[in-house]
């Protein structure tokens, strides 16, 4: 079993990151954001409050697919994608798609790819931010 699973948004982090952390972890790359609201309606349930209503973007779901299949192979899942409010909407997106592995979920935030940064990101995981996911859908 993969101990951890960590899961960022550009493909080119994959390496560097895999060459602080070793074998002992799966890294896999989002490519951006894996959810959209959808082209062809209006995208919100005006029944509930207005809530926006996310489709998985047709060119990310063999990506979704690879997440779902490490989910379950890991003990921890470690989101990482940027710092930021775009980055914590693509976090809860991946969250939304693996929650039912039943596996702990927790956010890390990499400012840069230092090894002591990334290390200490993953020693010290924090939860999802809900206040920044929604800033991003508004």
């Not at 990482?80 to 039943?102: C, S, T, V």
């Not at 400012?111 to 924090?126: G, K």
Request: charged residues 35%.
């Amino acid at each position: 079993m993969t101990e951890s699973l960590i899961i960022v948004e550009s493909p080119t982090k994959v390496k560097t990151i895999r060459k602080f952390l070793g074998p002992h972890c799966e890294i896999l790359a989002t490519k951006g954001h894996i959810k959209d609201l959808p082209k062809s309606k209006l995208g919100i349930d005006i029944e509930n409050g207005f809530t926006p209503i996310y489709r998985i973007l047709e060119n990310r779901k063999k990506i979704i697919e690879e997440i779902r299949k490490a989910a379950e192979k890991c003990e921890t899942i470690y989101l990482a994608p940027d710092p930021d409010r775009e980055g914590e909407a693509i976090a809860w997106h991946i969250a939304e798609e693996i929650k039912d592995k039943g596996k702990p979920i927790r956010r890390v935030l990499f400012n840069d790819l230092t090894r002591n940064t990334v290390l200490e990101s993953i020693a010290h995981p924090r939860e999802l931010d809900i206040n920044k996911y929604e800033a991003q859908q508004t």
